[in-house]
């Protein structure tokens, strides 16, 4: 079995990638994504780290007051920039009754139906963010990005989507790693002023 294709097959739903040094696309710098979904037809992730200017309250009505600090829209990837995503971690075990408006993605993380009343969900969610865009790749286009060494697969934790800090989550995800990962978190942000 080839390095290549030890990922075929697998679904890496409800992981991470993170970018590696190397990866160097504006788009993804330094980027922490989550993918939502990942199968033979592809892979879709929002970028986790990205904060805009842009608060969700003066775009979405009655969200506003629902989501985590820092309460603003996140750029979740270069596609379909015009359009939302929800994303909230729900309390309880999988199995017990989902939240209405809420279908479990990975674990506890979920994806939020913003076109339900934000009344409903109040009560059920913790951690919720609103991503404005997501990041596709076409069939084969991830596995070619990981061979390639473009980003390093790790586990997610629920904490990841609703960080306070998330300029701080691409060190702070490498930092927890186990070996050398755990080394990369202190890469300088330009390895040539070094």
């Known amino acids: 079995m080839t390095a290549a294709h030890s990922h075929a097959g697998r679904s890496h739903t409800g992981r991470l ?10 788009n993804f710098a330094r980027a922490v994504v989550l993918l ?3 199968d033979a037809e592809g892979a879709l992730g929002v970028v986790l780290n990205r904060p805009t ?11 506003g007051v629902l ?14 920039l015009d359009s939302a995503l929800g994303l909230a971690v729900a309390p309880g075990e999988p199995g017990t009754g989902e939240p209405l408006g809420w279908r ?3 674990g506890a993380i979920g994806l939020v139906d913003l076109e339900a009343p934000p009344e409903v969900l109040a009560g059920e969610l913790g951690a919720l963010r609103i991503f404005a865009g997501y990041a596709g ?5 991830l596995e070619a990005e990981l061979s390639s060494g473009a980003w390093y697969l790790v586990d997610c934790e629920p904490g990841d989507i609703s960080s306070p800090e998330p300029e701080r989550l ?14 990369l978190a202190s890469y300088p942000d330009d390895p040539t002023l070094n």
């Open 67 to 80: 989501v985590g600090r820092p309460a603003v829209l996140f750029q979740g990837g270069p596609v379909a």
């Open 36 to 38: 939502l979904d990942h």
């Open 137 to 141: 790749w076409a069939p084969g286009q």
């Open 104 to 106: 479990r993605v990975h």
């Open 17 to 26: 990638l993170v970018a590696t040094p190397v990866l160097t696309d504006p």
């Open 170 to 183: 691409w060190r702070a995800v490498l930092r927890r790693q186990r070996g050398p990962l755990a080394l």
């Open 53 to 63: 200017p842009v608060e969700v309250g003066s775009v979405l009505d009655g969200w």
